[in-house]
């Protein structure tokens, strides 16, 4: 049987910032972007990163506890790359991701570094 590429953008979505990480699924290969504001940039700037790299899957770490504000803007994010873009969403937990970083790529990039592993620990998941 043959693996399938697939290209996955995996979000850490925040109520202040979102982390962004652009990846494939034949060999696991990763990339962090600049992480994006959330504010009322966010869906300009997300229709232009859907646009640019094509994913077949985007990703959303979902915390253990949510606020509801946080989980209003999370599930308005979901329906808007669904409805609009029509791309399928997976949820994933995002336990520990930011725990997880080493301490040199907690800077401005840690949030895109959020989103690397979480995209990491779905892609091991499914794929070991």
Known sequence: MSKEAKVVLSLDYGT?????????????QTKPLPVI?????????LDNLLKEWRPNIVLIGIPPK???DFND?????KAYIT????????EVNEDFTTQGLDKC??????DSY????IFQDWFNDIDG
Do not use: Q, R
């Open 16 to 28: 202040k910032n979102i982390g962004i990480c652009i990846a494939e699924t034949y060999t696991g």
């Open 83 to 90: 409805n609009e873009h029509k791309i399928k969403v997976i």
């Open 37 to 45: 504001e959330n504010n009322d940039s966010f869906y300009t700037e």
């Open 66 to 68: 949510m606020s509801s």
């Open 114 to 117: 959020s989103a690397e592993l």
């Open 73 to 77: 803007g999370l599930n308005e994010a």
């Open 105 to 110: 790529k907690k800077n401005h990039m840690k």
